[in-house]
């Protein structure tokens, strides 16, 4: 009876909802909260720091390229309403939208595309993918007020994406004239965009308040008056926040999906937002010992169960995967590579042709960025090992304290491995981690070297994508590193939350669209 | 008393020193900022320039140089994870800090004081067994736990307090009532043994064999030179007090000095980790002094000692 | 017959420790007359303090207990009183100075107003007057410049100063019976005499009764007219102090003379009585004396001996003793 009653309720309030909210020509009202487990530095410059703070930043701000709910370019929504790429692929033209406007009523213009460029590429450059545009853009012109061109060294197939919200804040368009004036350090506090939102107030280390900076944007209408970020580190709190109604919209973990649900509320998924990668350390060089045997690795990558960890580790909450590198399970549709399969007996075949029928010990770095059950699936991982008869120790440390083993600026103690959980992504720099050498890189590989100089020197995202299909596969007969999961980010929602499209940008939840989605 | 306050000042300069090159050092030997904020795509050249720009280049002992003469003239330099003033960031967070340090100090005094007095005065009984439970409990459940748990009594289930954030004057209760009780708990126990010690004291018999009244014999004669053997611990309380202060922050939301080291180390971000170290060592020094001229000043035997 | 000041009769006091039950004072009868110095002896640990404290009805709580027995002053029970009613009795008409001078002053309150404080209790004073009464009685028991020394912390007193401002707090309301535990023994000897000689002064001036609580015969020579002699929590032996220097009965007076002489003598080696002192949870079923008696009879571990008056004020308990007194009738 209770239930049905609670039913009817509902209906009847989706009913009554569905008619007073017309998405199309409402006046923003009301207010929504996010918790978020860190608001980073609070600071609000594109550049100067982590692209991670795109959660609160998108909504300010608008991009030269915005994507679509797939990944993709999608001009309607972007400043650069339209382009052209010369023959040879080194110029490309850009027509800056008219009539876009900062909250400060000045108009956006090419000069302020390009000031966005230049940022990215400059020595100060703290979001990332400085080395990219170092490597690929010449310069940047402007031909009258609203047409950019940007020259370049080389072909960059991704060009596009470089200056999207896909991959992180270097494509924000942000007010040169205003910068010139007061200064980068009052930018970074007092920031200025053109976005549906504005910033009212941002108190470090407590919250972010946007509000509506107009009743209408030409990207989207902004739904909410305001739009509260409040930082809420600690697991417990965020989710005795939402129960309490002071936030309506927070980030869980998978730990924390039962008890949301059962206190009535719903659980939002950005499907495989988070790719969980194995990759063995310094293969190919003198410390990495026995891992330099494919036969090995390949036995290390086939003794791990990862269908196991995904159901019972990650209750679910995403699926086993057969490819290393984000883009690969991302915007950018490659064909499937299969799961590697679940084979102990024979991983100990293969050890024992290796000449390692007793085993060895190898290191598990474990350290926890994005996703708390990685400790977890560590443990996991050197269950399977020692099942075959390989002593794995798990090294638990902080992630600061790993970096520094990483990029090779600290040996390792012998055979080690580490399971990295990255936010999923349309690209990812081969060079950056397979090219020997290179700080990040887990292979030394003459071999897979010049795979990589021949992606890079790709002319197309066709090309690309055709050669970079190849390198996996290399990658993967070579037993480098395997993906062992796709993992969800997990919200849950207050009751007056609607769905939204989250998109697949990295880290931007594109919060700026809750209500208006079509 | 001059003497004292130079010596203790001397002392203090010695101490802020070691802990300064124990600081930069140790951060040093741990961690490596560049190799935290170079992206995933950088080269080698990328690290050794980032190297140059973050100053690590340099010899050590040249780095150190450079940060302390800078730290003495209270320039902590700008943080190298969003490049705002270390001093503008602390200034910022310590006094939210102070705020609950401080209301959680009050309210740990207001419980300690009935608790530890009564349950000495009524020593063995039921009074005193549940006394103890409290106070034995405030130490020794995680402070983290308590704070957690109160969320979910106050905020909700009864949904009248909120759970985090520091909003409105409702916003320090639960924050300031966790923290107090784990503060309470020592403070009730030193207070109980230090009246129990007292109570047995000739100059208490002398008070009853005047006549006073046993309730002016326990909050007059008593109390007041029990409190003071609780202010002569004052110095290490106070340590005590940041201590529980990171941790209630982290589950509150609270926006203080011990949230910002934690983000601090999170990020490697040298500048800001040295100077909420010094600054909090500083802090901690100075108001150890204070409760120790305080202590000294409401003490006649100190005062008065010629 | 007048009816003395303080009446006590089969005062019992006990104490329940985690070794047992100590029957620190077991069955003590004496009385004190109005202006006597009254003098109770006894090694250490014979129960003098409790008896005291029983007196004041300050036996620590909740461990000790007065189990049975009369207080009787002028003819009032105190046992009788409620705890209000006895307070007005403390620090009023009965005062009392404990032992130890170093410590019985609060330390974080001034000379003047731990005696302003009693006075405020037991007296209607106010104002200027408490506080010039508050000087004279530091006068009186020769404070120089008392009226700088109200001012005063007590730390900054010498020993003998801050026990003479006990002996001002004690006598601040006009006792009449003033209890004095062992005031001296934490003072230097010249100090000592100069105390005994202001107890001895205050005694005359005002006519008080005092019971003077010690371990030197000595003392209680100079200072009593009568005495009594603890052993093991029961009084051996009431005489005035003539007799009992001149006519000890008890044997353990006579070892307590003994070994006080031979200190006087200044002999090579100072005998005092042998054995061991009496173990109060454990005592022996006849008389508590006996085992280290060098007069025991066989009758002496059987039964508690009876007490035997030898003469006018003269009451001692042992079983020789009464023998002889039963033989010289
Ligand atoms: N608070 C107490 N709890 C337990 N036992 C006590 C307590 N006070 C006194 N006693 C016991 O009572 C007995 C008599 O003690 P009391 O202090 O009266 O001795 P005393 O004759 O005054 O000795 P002293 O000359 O050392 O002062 C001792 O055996 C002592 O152990
Ligand atoms: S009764 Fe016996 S043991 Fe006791 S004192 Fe007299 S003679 Fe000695
Ligand atoms: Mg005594």
Redesign the interface.
Known sequence: MNKLNKLFAALLLLLVTMFVHTPADAEPAGELRVGLTTLYNQTFHPTTASGYRLSYMSPIFDFIITTDKNGEPDPSNSLAHKWEVSEDRLKWTFHIREGVKFHDGTSLTAKDAKFAIDNASSKNNRAGRKSDFNAFVKNVETEGDYTMIINLNKPWQFILYFLSDAIGTQGIVFPKDYVDKHGIDHFMKNPIGSGPYRLKESVARDHITLEAAGAKHWRVDPTYQTITFKLLPESGTRLAALKTGEVDLVQIGVSDVSSVEKDGFRIFKKKNGLLLDLSFLRVGDKTGGVLNDKRVREALIKAIDKNAIVNQILMGNGSTIGTTLPQFSWAVDYSPFPVTEYNPDEAKKLLAEAGLANGFSINIYSFVTRLPETKLINEAIAGYWSAIGVEAKVLEMAYNAFRPVWVKKKEVTGPSAFLMAWPNRTIYSWRGKYFSGNPFSTVNDPELDKMINEVEASSSVADYKKISQRNMKYVLDQSFATGVALADDLFALGKDVPAWNIGRNIQSFRIEFIGSDE | MKRFIVVRIVQMFVTLILLSVLIFSLIRISGDPAALLLDESATEKDYQLLRVELGLDEPIIAQYFKFISRAAVGDFGLSTNDRVPVLISIGGALPNTARLALTSLVLALSMAVPLGVISAVKKGSVYDHFARVIAGLGQSVPTFWVGLVLIQIFAVNFRILPSSGMETSAHYILPSATLALFMMSGFARLLRSSMLEVLDSEFIKLARIKGVSESSVVWKHALRNSLMSVLSFGGMYIAILMTGTILVETVFAWPGLGRLAYEGIINQDFPLIQGVVLIGGVIVMLSSLLTDILYAYLDPRIRFSG | MTQPLLKVTDLKTQFRTKWGLVKAVDGVSFHVKHGETFGIVGESGSGKSVTSLSI?R?IPQ?AGRIVSGAIELDGLNLLELS?KEM??????KI??I???PL???????TIGSQII??LR??TSLKGRSLKERAIDLLRRVHIPSPAMRMKD?P??LSGGMRQRV?GA??ISCEPELLIADEPTTALDATIQLQYLNLLKRIQKETRLSIIFVTHDLGAVAYLCHRAAVMYAGRIVETATVKDLFDKPAHPYTIGLLNSMQKVEKKADHIESIKGQPPNLKNLPIGCSFAPRCDQVKDICKEKYPEETELGADHLVRCWVVKKEAVKIK
Not at chain 3, 87 to 92: F, T
Not at chain 3, 103 to 109: A, I, R, V
Request: net charge negative.
């Open positions: 004041m300050l909740p705890e307070r007005d009795y403390r620090g009023g005062g009392m404990l032992q130890d410590s019985s002053l609060n330390p974080l309150f404080e009693g209790i037991h912390w730390h900054l006990v707090i004690s």
